[in-house]
């Protein structure tokens, strides 16, 4: 339990630090590359971060984690695994954060 405290802790501090200096750079109307490329890396640590406290839980509960009337482990960790799918916590979007910090054009929106 205390890990996966830690763990979405961690993402709770991260995702809207990041997200702050995004939306101020996005105000500026000239948003810099470096502060573009920060909330998509973010967005995934805090998905990975809750999926693995998820995943550190339902571990925990052993075969116990299956049963849906005694907890619902099973369905958080089948939503968190679905949600992974989405464009934002996607690892796809992270090729594009090296792309801009390398130099290149951004090639998203979701950056």
């Known amino acids: 339990m205390p890990q996966a405290q830690g763990e979405v802790k961690a993402a709770r501090g991260k995702v809207p630090q990041e997200r702050a200096k995004a939306w101020k750079c996005g105000l500026r109307r000239a948003p810099g590359k470096p502060e573009r490329g920060t909330a998509a890396p973010a967005r995934r640590f805090a998905h ?64």
């Open 48 to 111: 990975r971060a809750c999926r693995e406290a998820v995943q550190l839980l339902y571990d925990a509960m052993g075969s116990a984690a299956i049963y849906t009337e005694r907890t619902p482990l099973d369905r958080c960790l089948r939503d968190v695994i679905t949600a992974g799918r989405h464009v934002a916590p996607a690892e796809k979007v992270l090729d594009g954060v090296g792309d801009l910090r390398l130099g290149g054009a951004p090639g998203s929106p979701h950056f």
